[in-house]
């Protein structure tokens, strides 16, 4: 199976700052690689696939990038609806796997 | 707007069968650029892809669950289903149905169903 480690674990920040998330997998994984984000006591819910493209709907202050093994999402301006869990997915093989999560809290 | 609902029961003793349905509407689930997936969430495990199904029947499974899950597609009904076999308490978790569809080579779950909670216990 491909493990999915995702960094930090857990990060704090307030509304209007920009950050950034990592995700590395133990092996390539081309550009098979999603972002979700999932709000407490709700499904997750897509923000990026295929590493840098924006799911329809999704705002512009979420982008995507890297390929391979590393990857980063960024997300600008922090909106306090964006305060939610984090999760990277890849497809390159199966089983499909997903990152720990990283928890991003409201300084 | 596709809308995806899961039902069952919410607790399952161990050694039995937990057995879900997931309810596809505002969609068809014979839509041809679609799979439809079972996940599953628990503290310990965090998100497990649990496996997948094509409206024909086509089934792929996570090889670490493969021995005691089935996957079946109803398309009279809409709908999709999970059997889980001989239960402990590590399946216990949030179980999410979702649409699969493919995003420029990746797959990629768009809509999810809001998760059913399921214990094992007795």
């Known amino acids: 199976d491909i493990q999915m480690t995702q960094s930090p674990s857990s990060l704090s920040a307030s509304v209007g700052d920009k950050v950034t998330i990592t995700c590395r997998a133990s092996q390539s994984v081309s550009n098979y690689l999603n972002w979700y984000h999932q709000r407490p006591g709700k499904a997750p819910k897509l923000l990026i696939y295929?590493?840098?493209s924006l799911q329809s709907g999704v705002p512009s202050r979420f982008s995507g990038s890297g390929s391979g093994t590393d990857f980063t999402l960024t997300i600008s301006n922090l909106q306090p609806e964006d305060f939610a869990t984090y999760y990277c997915?890849?497809?390159?093989?199966?089983?499909?796997?997903f990152g720990q999560g990283t928890r991003l809290d409201i300084k | 707007q596709v809308q995806l609902q899961e039902s069952g029961p919410r607790l399952v003793k161990p050694s039995e069968t937990l057995s879900l349905t997931c309810t596809v509407s505002?969609?068809?689930?014979?839509?041809?650029?679609?799979?439809w997936a079972w996940i599953r969430q628990s503290p310990g495990k965090g998100l497990e892809w649990i496996g997948s199904i094509y409206f024909s029947g086509t089934t792929y499974y996570n090889p670490s669950l493969k021995s005691r899950i089935t996957i079946s597609v109803d398309t009279s009904k809409n709908q999709f289903s999970l059997n889980v076999n001989s239960v402990t308490a590590t399946d216990t978790a949030i179980y999410y149905c979702a649409r699969r569809f493919n995003g420029r080579g990746s797959q990629v779950f768009d809509y999810w169903g809001q998760g059913t909670l399921v214990t094992v216990s007795s």
């Open positions: 505002g969609g068809s689930i014979t839509n041809k650029n679609y799979y």
């Open positions: 295929a590493a840098s």
């Open positions: 997915q890849q497809s390159y093989s199966t089983p499909l796997t």
